[in-house]
């Protein structure tokens, strides 16, 4: 049996939901998406990666098609997991802009929505070291800054759960975010 599969049945948690991540640029959407997948043995999903492998380099995709190109692709990635008569039990990972798409919030309330939280001091350094996001490719700081300052009132909106990642490694983040996940579905099952 899988380390993964070993902590899930520990904590007994069979999520019924799809399980998506949300959350500013260089968070860890994608990272501790996956990994909390491969603990729960469920199937992950990216909607950056399925539209890098379908249509090519992100930043290439801006410059030829256009950003409004992109979050349509986007934004028809989230609906082809999540727009079904019933959603699989995946984690879903998304891009830092996708909760922008309407469609996309009415789609969330369908889902466990996790939002990974960061402050700029621990995100900047992977800001400034890696090349590939596009809406950060000039002042990166100031730019992650601007668009994470305007977008936090919607990943507040929309998140079920809200996990700060800071100073946190990604198996940490994970174990804290099984047992948020395992204590908010023992709630549920209890309700009266
Ligand atoms: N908790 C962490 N500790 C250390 N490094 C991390 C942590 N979380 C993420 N990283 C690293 O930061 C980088 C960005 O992570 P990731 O690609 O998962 O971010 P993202 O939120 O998916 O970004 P995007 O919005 O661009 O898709 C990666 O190199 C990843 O390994
Ligand atoms: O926050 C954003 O708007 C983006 C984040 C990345 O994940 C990519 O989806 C793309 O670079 C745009
Ligand atoms: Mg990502």
């Known amino acids: 049996m899988s380390a993964g599969k070993d902590h899930a049945s520990k904590v007994n948690f069979h999520p019924e939901r799809p399980i998506v991540m949300i959350g500013a640029m260089a968070v860890g959407k994608s990272v501790i998406g996956a990994e909390l997948a491969r603990m729960l043995g469920l199937e992950f999903i990216?909607?950056?990666?399925?539209i890098v492998a379908k249509h090519g380099p992100?930043?290439?995709?801006?410059?030829?098609?256009?950003?409004h190109y992109f979050r349509q692709l986007e934004a028809r990635a989230v609906?082809?997991?999540?727009d079904v008569a019933k959603p699989k039990t995946v984690v879903l990972s998304l891009g830092g802009g996708a909760v922008l798409d309407s469609g996309t919030q009415q789609l969330l309330a369908g889902a466990t929505v996790v939002h990974l939280r960061a402050t700029v001091d621990a995100i900047r350094e992977r800001i400034e070291r890696t090349t590939g996001?596009?809406?950060?490719?000039?002042d990166p700081v100031e730019a992650w800054t601007r668009l994470a300052t305007a977008r936090a009132p919607v990943y507040a909106r929309?998140?079920?759960i809200t996990i700060d990642v800071?100073?946190?490694?990604?198996?940490?983040?994970v174990t804290r975010l099984i047992d948020i996940l395992a204590e908010e579905s023992k709630k549920e099952n209890t309700a009266p």
């Open 46 to 50: 990216d909607t950056d990666q399925r």
């Open 58 to 67: 992100i930043p290439r995709l801006f410059i030829a098609r256009g950003e």
């Open 79 to 82: 609906a082809s997991v999540l």
């Open 133 to 138: 996001r596009p809406l950060l490719a000039v």
């Open 158 to 160: 929309l998140a079920d």
């Open 166 to 173: 800071d100073n946190s490694s990604v198996p940490d983040v």
